[in-house]
């Protein structure tokens, strides 16, 4: 049963907003921070392993890792405009990626998770002094994929291009969802319906807006605590007309004021308000942080007094369940980016059908210590809750069934000590 989704105008304006403001450079983004430190933990020392031995798991294995390359950036622009395309296509045998951000995606239909119908804009080109969008149309709703496009003006005319004239629509069966990978942000947009995903600072515009404020306060403060020196501009030369000539911005001339007794020269320095200014920024920044939904440690100093693995765990409790959340978006988005592919190496005949298996491989180093975890393992293989073949396969990276060969090899070679009292 299909569920069908409203992309009104108002929600296409939402997306552009969010893409607009991730992308401006123009000031502080607090929003490209967020989403640039978050998209870091969640997938720095992180893996793409594609396990496949025939041709096709081949082709697979090479478009995920050719992809997960830019996971940092994917991530990041997911976290920053509110979810990220991954919209795989083949050229000359081999196929290759496009990542398009939200605000480029209109969706139509949907059954369950799955989006069945939507309309992406592919490509824009501008053409003596006139931009043309191409508007790529995919639908899936009857099992059946059926991809169109279309050229469109600035102005919204129906058009052709030169460049886009061998594009030609195709049909495809036997599927059911766009060919296509959407990773959606993890932040919730408060609402029951989550079509499109928002970005990580969602709603928390007031406390920015606040943050500004203070940060030109603190500018402000910087500059009227500039030293002044007021001078009698009986000290300075003079100019063609009279007046005296001030090289330095620090000096101020003063007429006539040494002729009532005052010194010739007085120094002026306001005090500056550090501690209350910077006392509220840090607040500031904490309050972002808590609406943002994370632990201390993205603008703020994380918390230096840790004692242990499980004192950093608990700190970053909050940061680390965006990461996992994260994380489980980008597995998502891979299950339909990988299934895409396969369509296509299905559709353009590009090796046979063949099986294939893939996961990821997090780091973990925020929560845990590699050392706690191995003791752990050990302790739990000497009990006989895990196999000296998983103990190796978790230490060196191997196959379990490798590791398994390896573990026999080495008893053979190594015979313990029940084989050597005969036992």
């Known amino acids: ?11 296409h304006n939402k997306n552009e907003s969010y893409a607009k403001k991730y992308k401006d450079i ?28 025939n041709k096709r798991g081949q082709i697979l294995a090479e478009a995920g890792a050719t992809v997960f390359a830019k996971i940092n950036k994917i991530a990041a622009l997911t976290l920053g405009v509110g979810g990220c395309l991954i919209i795989p296509y083949v050229q000359n045998r ?10 480029r995606l209109l969706i139509h239909k949907k059954s369950g998770e799955k989006i069945t119908e939507a309309t992406v804009l592919a490509d824009t080109v501008v053409i003596n002094d006139i931009r043309y969008y191409r508007y790529t149309n995919y639908d899936a709703t009857d099992g059946r994929l059926i991809i169109t496009n279309k050229v469109t003006t600035e102005y919204g005319r129906t058009a052709e291009v030169e460049q886009w004239k061998d594009i030609t629509d195709i049909a495809i069966s036997n599927v059911d969802r766009v060919p296509f990978g959407y990773i959606k942000s993890p932040a919730s947009n408060r609402e029951c319906d989550d079509d499109y995903g928002v970005p990580i600072l969602y709603g928390c515009d007031s406390i920015i807006d606040d943050i500004k404020e203070c940060l030109k306060q603190i500018k402000d403060e910087f500059n009227l605590k500039e030293l002044k020196i007021f001078a009698d501009d009986r000290m300075f030369a003079k100019d063609k007309d009279g007046r005296p000539i001030i090289k330095n911005k620090v000096f101020y001339g003063v007429k006539g004021m040494g002729d009532s007794g005052n010194k010739m020269i007085e120094f002026f320095s306001e005090d500056y308000r550090e501690t209350p200014l910077h006392n509220r920024l840090t607040n500031l920044f904490e309050l972002l942080e808590k609406a943002a939904g994370t632990s201390r440690g993205i603008l703020t100093k994380p918390d230096a007094s840790y004692e242990n693995k499980d004192a950093v765990r608990e700190a970053n409790r909050a940061t680390w369940a965006i990461v996992t959340a994260l994380r489980e978006a980008i597995r998502k988005g891979f299950d339909d980016f990988l299934y895409a592919c396969n369509v296509l190496a299905n559709y353009y005949n590009l090796s046979p059908v063949g099986e294939f298996e893939y996961k990821f491989d997090w780091d973990f180093s925020l929560i845990e210590s590699s050392t706690e975890t191995w003791q752990q393992m050990k302790d739990l293989q000497a009990i006989g809750g895990m196999s000296k073949a998983e103990l190796r396969s978790w230490q060196t990276g191997e196959k379990l069934e490798d590791a398994q060969a390896v573990v026999e090899e080495i008893a053979t070679k190594e015979p313990g000590m029940q084989t050597l009292l005969g036992a």
Do not use: P
């Open 26 to 53: 123009g000031e502080i983004n607090f929003g490209a921070i967020f989403a640039n430190k978050l998209a870091s933990l969640a997938t720095a020392d992180s893996s793409f392993i594609l396990d496949a031995e």
């Open 1 to 11: 049963m299909l569920n069908k989704t409203i992309s009104t105008g108002e929600i």
């Open 94 to 103: 081999q196929i290759l990626f496009d990542i398009v951000t939200q605000d």
